[in-house]
Nanobody, 115 residues
Framework: QEVLVESGGGWVQPGGSLRLSCAAS????????MAWLRQTPGKARELVAR???????TYSDSVKGRFTVSRDDALNTMYLQMNDLKPEDTAVYFC?????????WGRGTQVTVSA
């Protein structure tokens, strides 16, 4: 089974940047539509950004213009470049296939935005 590992989270001040990575083992990601989602306590996972197998991207309105999703199929990795971070971006960020998950959900990576 595919194993997805998210990394790159941390604490950053408002206006700062982080780059998240989603590394896959097992089957390659190249034929998969993938996405980044985030979750805060007590709430359902929220779709943040999506990238299709041919590189088309879509974003939630809350992150459009600030976040960029990309993929490097040669490295079997997906990325999320997050700029101009806001406190409301604080969440645990997950990656998976979308709309169909390709793996069980991982631990995610915590992003905290505060002064």
């Amino acid at each position: 089974q595919e194993v997805l590992v998210e990394s790159g989270g941390g604490w950053v001040q408002p206006g700062g940047s982080l780059r998240l990575s989603c590394a896959a083992s097992g089957r390659v990601l190249s034929a998969k539509d993938m996405a980044w989602l985030r979750q805060t306590p007590g709430k359902a996972r929220e779709l943040v950004a999506r990238i299709t197998s041919d590189g088309r991207t879509t974003y939630s309105d809350s992150v459009k213009g600030r976040f960029t999703v990309s993929r490097d199929d040669a490295l079997n990795t997906m990325y999320l470049q997050m700029n101009d971070l806001k406190p409301e971006d604080t969440a645990v960020y997950f990656c998976n296939g979308y709309p169909e998950p390709i793996s069980s959900w991982g631990r995610g990576t915590q992003v905290t935005v505060s002064a």
